[in-house]
């Protein structure tokens, strides 16, 4: 199908790991591992009619896959090529949906301190920093920093975590 | 080493006389300069240290299968354990009926765990039998309803096995709960797309069938995802379904406030060519949908530049 899983003997297969193969294979300056034609493709086919990822096929559009497809599409090269200006327009016009101050995973979710980093990010990767109400997202990510502890937990009040903390990190670039 | 400590009335595999044929492969660890250093419970350590010695023996016993409960237990996410079980079940030949009841408790346990529901795919794919998953989805969903595992699985299921008869109905019971579950809006359009099809007659249908849920909640994203993804995903022209604008109109002229109903009309009116009439809708949003003020100027500039 173009997809990946993540361990030879099989597992299940999605976008976060055509991301992984990506983020390998161009650190290595080796492909021979992806077929980029395929996995592009099966990364297209993903594009769901909200304009944001699933992790698969028909799956529903998700903060985390739509920066898995977008990434892996610039890593693998392919992104301008099959990235029309339509299909461009819909995966933005969608993540910038995304934002309220903070940002959400997916549409009537509530916001989360990692969605700063999976859409902020492929927002970038898409040309669409500036459009970033930048003060909002970084008066949420305060919220969400433990007093005490330090590091950043998805939602304010809840224990930090290092996911969390990395993402909301990279959030606030 | 062995050390006789009964960890919780639990019982070490090292000091079990059913195990003592094993010589546990103990868990690798740095002493002098670790850089993070797990801080395994002493269970974890007894479990995994004969995990790893009877897969290095390649022993696919019903003690082996007792053991991967407990290795489970410890780490639910563990891909190899759950792999080396299924293994043991093919070994054994055994009657997966238990086998399903096993993978729906961890699953009500751990509804986000991804190896849980993928050994679930591997058991029906193993013995054919999808019978309990509509129903098992159903009671995850039931708990939360936006579970993405649970969809996927659900999803996968019902194109696997074509069962599509009873989805649009469980689409209908859903969005009577809540009407801005994504999710549900997301799995009608997976089932329409991949049963009817987008015929004229269902993409009117469905269009209506949104707006029914837009004059609810005119500032609910998700039917409105639906209705503008219906159109442009099929590359559709919103002047074939002219009902639409006649809805963004009206909540328009009743002063509803939603970006959406502003968004789609402006959409509207680029297709229509109406240039001057998509730029006031874009200059309005700079002040109405302000988190994104910078966007809608793009879009205002991008306009006036053409």
């Known amino acids: 199908s173009g997809s990946f899983q993540c361990a030879s003997f099989g597992t299940e297969s999605d976008a976060r790991f055509v991301y992984c193969a990506s983020c390998i294979s161009y650190m290595l300056q080796d492909w021979r591992g992806v077929d980029r034609s395929l996995a592009t493709q099966f990364l297209l086919s993903c594009q769901s009619y909200e304009g944001g990822f699933g992790q698969n096929t028909g799956r529903e559009a998700h903060g985390g896959s739509t920066f898995c497809s977008v990434a892996a599409l610039k890593l693998m090269g392919t992104f301008d090529e099959v990235m029309c200006e339509e299909r461009r327009q819909r995966v933005l016009s969608w993540c910038l949906r995304r934002q309220e101050t903070g940002f959400n995973g997916r549409p009537n979710k509530p916001k989360d301190t990692c969605y700063s980093f999976w859409v902020g990010s492929c927002l970038k990767l898409l040309g669409g920093q500036d459009f970033i109400n930048k003060e909002g997202n970084f008066a949420f990510l305060m919220t969400t920093q433990d007093r005490y502890m330090g590091g950043f937990s998805k939602w304010e009040g809840y224990l930090p975590d290092p996911l969390h903390s990395y993402f909301g990190l990279s959030g606030l670039y | 080493l062995l050390y006789t400590i009964k960890f919780e009335g639990i019982m070490m595999y090292a000091e079990s006389p059913e195990w003592s044929d094993i010589v546990p492969i103990p868990l690798p660890h740095n002493d002098k300069d670790p850089v993070v250093q797990i801080m395994y419970s002493d269970r974890f350590k007894d479990v995994y240290s004969y995990m790893a010695a009877i897969m290095e023996k390649k022993e696919y016993s019903h003690r082996a299968l007792l053991l991967t409960n407990d290795a489970i237990e410890c780490n639910t996410a563990n891909y190899t354990v759950w792999h080396y079980r299924r293994e043991i079940l093919r070994h054994l030949k055994m009657d997966l009926k238990e086998e399903m009841e096993f993978s729906a408790s961890v699953i009500e346990e751990q509804p986000k765990n991804y190896q849980v529901w993928h050994h679930r795919r591997c058991l029906i794919e193993m013995s054919g039998d999808h019978s309990l998953e509509l129903e098992l989805t159903a009671?995850?969903?039931?708990q939360d309803n936006k579970n993405y595992h649970a969809w996927d699985h659900r999803q996968w299921v019902v194109q696997q096995y074509n069962v599509w008869d009873k989805e649009l109905e469980y689409v209908d019971e859903l969005l009577a709960l809540d009407l801005r579950n994504n999710s549900a809006w997301n799995h009608r359009y997976f089932v329409i797309e991949n049963s009817e099809?987008?015929?004229?007659?269902?993409?009117?249908?469905?269009?209506?069938?949104?707006?029914?849920?837009?004059?609810?909640?005119?500032n609910n994203e998700s039917p409105w995802n639906y209705a503008n993804g219906i159109i442009k995903k099929n590359k559709l022209r919103y002047s074939d379904f002219p009902k639409l604008k006649e809805l963004c109109t009206s909540l328009y002229e009743s002063h509803v406030p939603s970006n959406f109903v502003l968004s789609t009309l402006a959409d509207i009116h680029i297709e229509a060519e109406n240039k001057e009439a998509a730029m006031e809708i874009f200059e309005e949003m700079k002040e109405k949908d302000s988190i994104r003020v910078n966007y809608w100027t793009f879009r205002l500039q991008q306009l006036q530049g053409s």
């Open chain 2, 139 to 142: 009671e995850s969903l039931s």
């Open chain 2, 197 to 218: 099809g987008w015929s004229s007659e269902t993409v009117a249908r469905e269009l209506e069938y949104a707006a029914s849920f837009i004059r609810k909640a005119p």
